[in-house]
């Protein structure tokens, strides 16, 4: 009775939040489990095929998204948090919403995107049958602190997951290293190839997780994603079980998975490991893949995920938490030749992490090229990444409060595109700023 209450109490709170025009990606299950902790421990018995979780860095919410925008074409019922709300309560209110009146749950699959912290939480209650983890970087560092507590918090996951089939970046040094364990099958998937220029970077994970040795590449991707291999112990980039090779970074990006060739109209490299991803994730669960750039051509990026929106000109909303997301953002946006303006929007909410020091991390200095026409500075630190700017030696044309006022500036320049590029809290009001004026775009700029 518990939970069933439990479940209409969060479907009380999904009416209310509709009809206040909120998001509810994450409140219904809170209350819910206010009332019953244990909501979501029966998940296992109520799904018919298989649980699918997703985590990592940087990733995770395309990566799952696209395992279950895969699954629903063919047919199947998800149970999936698709916004991205990825701790114990996002789980729960993916769990209400897949539920009836009565209790029921009417799910093939779950696809479920979770929070590498709280994966030894959620794992207490359900028991995944496939774990994907896309990477590992810095992030949040008030939070997870350095790369090495995020391994133990995963490691612990695992240990109450025990017989899950790992899906494994084996590019990345600190991520691969979970196919070790003799508990767990391990599939890996990576780039055989050299694909990006040599650039100076922070490589964060750049020591062997086995004897501490400074790791060697025979190629390198960014950060320490790449053909690695220590010098002093046998820790070296695994052979993929799925190759991905013939990569072009072009618009729309092509590169074959196993022979098999895909072209999707997506930017950036780091999309093409999370599509593999992706793909890999379906191929565990014994799915047909024959149908996968079919899907990717109808699946609609979420909220910041290199979201396009229309005006005189296109406006690219780019969601980026830490050094790694920000760093191949920019890569992203450089290789576009428009003439360009860029917005950067750096907040320090609980969600993003108070901390911000990370900025420092990031390669800002690559922005100043001939195609930048100008950049604006927002956010709750914007006087923190406007010092950034400065000691990049970047002209920032624009420090304002108002990202609402930095958008319209940049739409009135004589630029080809606007890029905004926003850490975690600035995405939705971002998105909902971005919206109202693309619905009448004209009339709004010309009032300002």
């Known amino acids: 009775m518990k939970r069933l209450a439990a479940i209409w ?35 296992n018995n109520r799904v ?4 699918i979780v997703t985590c990592g860095t940087n990733g995770k919410t395309t990566t799952n998204n696209v395992i279950r925008s895969a699954l629903e074409s063919k047919g199947y019922k998800v149970m999936c948090n698709r916004i991205g709300a990825n701790m114990l309560s996002g789980v729960a209110t993916a769990y209400i919403e897949a539920s009836d009146l009565l209790g029921r749950i009417d799910a093939d699959y779950a696809c479920l995107e979770i929070d590498e912290a709280y994966a030894r939480i959620i794992f207490k209650q359900i028991k995944p049958h496939i774990m994907v983890i896309t990477n590992l970087f810095r992030d949040q560092l008030d939070r997870y602190g350095e790369i090495e507590g995020t391994v133990k918090l995963i490691d612990d996951a695992i240990d109450l997951a025990r017989g899950v089939t790992l899906v494994l970046n084996a590019d990345d040094p ?13 599939i890996y998937y990576g780039v055989s190839e050299k694909v990006l220029d040599e650039e ?105 995920r290199m979201q396009e929106f229309k005006f005189n000109k296109p406006v690219v909303l780019s969601l980026s938490k830490n050094p790694a997301g920000f760093n191949q953002a920019i890569t992203t946006v450089n290789s576009d030749t428009r003439k360009k303006d ?96 693309e619905k009448n775009y004209s009339d709004e700029v010309k009032e300002q």
Not at 27 to 43: E, N, Q, R, Y
Request: hydrophobic share 35%; proline share 3%; glycine share 6%.
């Open 174 to 186: 600190v991520c691969s290293q979970f196919g070790a364990r003799d508990d767990v099958k391990a």
């Open 342 to 437: 860029v917005i950067v929007a750096i907040n320090d909410g609980v969600n993003d992490g108070e901390d911000v020091s990370w900025i420092w991390d990031v390669g800002f200095d690559k922005l100043k090229n001939e195609n930048l026409k100008t950049l604006s500075v927002t956010g709750i630190r914007l006087y923190d990444i406007a010092l950034r700017f400065k000691y990049a030696d970047v002209a920032v044309d624009l420090v304002t409060d108002n990202m609402r006022d930095a958008i319209v500036s940049a739409l009135k320049t004589e630029s080809e595109i606007v890029y905004v590029m926003v850490n975690y809290t600035a995405l939705y009001p971002t998105e909902e700023i971005l919206k109202k004026l």
């Open 48 to 51: 018919r095929k298989k649980i």
């Open 9 to 43: 109490i969060g479907k009380l709170v999904f009416l209310v939040g509709k009809i206040t025009h909120r998001r509810t990606s994450s409140s219904p299950g809170v209350m819910a489990l206010k009332l019953c902790p244990s909501l979501i421990s029966d998940m």
């Open 200 to 304: 100076e970077t922070i490589r964060e994970g750049n020591l062997c997780p086995v004897c501490g040795t400074e790791l060697s590449y025979n190629y390198h991707h960014y950060s320490q994603l790449g053909d690695f291999y220590c010098s002093q112990c046998s820790h070296k980039r695994r052979n993929p079980d799925y190759e991905i090779k013939d990569v072009e970074l072009t618009q729309p990006l092509r590169f074959s998975i196993n022979g098999e060739k895909i072209e999707v109209n997506y930017k950036g490299f780091y999309n093409i490991l999370n599509l593999s991803a992706a793909y890999v994730a379906l191929q565990a669960a014994g799915e047909n893949t024959d149908n996968f750039v079919d899907i990717l051509s109808n699946y609609k990026p979420q909220s910041g």
